[in-house]
């Protein structure tokens, strides 16, 4: 219905396992609702492991295949470079913040 669903990780570290995957399933079952877009805010992450990123890139193509496009937004300084790093800057948008990413079209 063109609402942008936002989801805040709260974890300053997304290291372990079954965190992550707690949070993938909590993604994945708003995502039914079928959003107008995703928007993962990661203003709180300082760590980041592979598993991590793995989730991320697994939600992303969850939501593509559901039509949602996805975005992230406050992604930390510590973080950047890891995102970045695998390619992941180039396949989803970020913002400096949740206002600028709600405002803009992606």
């Keep these: 219905d063109g609402e942008t669903l936002v989801v805040r990780v709260n974890d300053q570290h997304l290291i372990e396992e079954s965190e992550i995957s707690l949070i993938k399933k909590e993604i994945s079952d708003q995502l039914v609702n079928n959003p107008g877009r995703l928007l993962i805010d990661l203003k709180n992450v300082r760590r980041m492991s592979s598993m991590a990123l793995s989730m991320i890139v697994g939600v992303y193509r969850q939501a593509k295949a559901r039509g949602i496009p996805m975005a992230l937004c406050q992604v ?3 973080v950047l470079p890891v995102l970045e790093a695998v390619g992941m800057g180039k396949m989803i948008p970020s913002f ?7 405002a803009a079209s992606w």
């Design 76 to 78: 930390n300084p510590e």
């Design 96 to 102: 400096p913040n949740k206002d600028a990413a709600v």
